[in-house]
Nanobody, 122 residues
Framework: QVQLVESGGGLVQAGGSLRLSCAAS????????MGWFRQAPGKEREFVAT????????DYADSVKGRFTISRDNAKITVYLQMNSLKPEDTAVYYC???????????????WGQGTQVTVSS
């Protein structure tokens, strides 16, 4: 079992920044990667970014590349998503998840957090 708790969401103006955190607990050593996904109203959940626990590999959706940065703190068992130059289309509920493989597929991730709302006003 793995527990994930996201924090850091909120309301920000376009062009602003937010940093999301995802604190993990439980049997995290069994998992290779942690990812961030998001879901906007009326849309399917989509991949945002992922990182291996070693930090050796990262991957980003094209829509956020160059604006978002994923990182991790192994001592705190926490993964971060630094979001800069935010756009109204980034508005969504953001979820973190852990998986045994490194990838973009939702099905590769086994445990999910409860989500944190990010709202970007124009």
């Amino acid at each position: 079992q793995v527990q994930l708790v996201e924090s850091g969401g909120g309301l920000v103006q376009a062009g602003g920044s937010l940093r999301l955190s995802c604190a993990a607990s439980g049997r995290t050593f069994s998992y290779l990667a942690m990812g961030w996904f998001r879901q906007a109203p009326g849309k399917e959940r989509e991949f945002v970014a992922t990182i291996t626990w070693s930090g050796a590999r990262t991957d980003y959706a094209d829509s956020v590349k160059g604006r978002f940065t994923i990182s991790r703190d192994n001592a705190k068992i926490t993964v971060y998503l630094q979001m800069n130059s935010l756009k109204p289309e980034d508005t969504a509920v953001y979820y973190c998840a852990v998986g045994r493989t490194f990838g973009r597929q939702i099905g590769a991730y086994e445990y999910w957090g409860q989500g944190t709302q990010v709202t970007v006003s124009s």
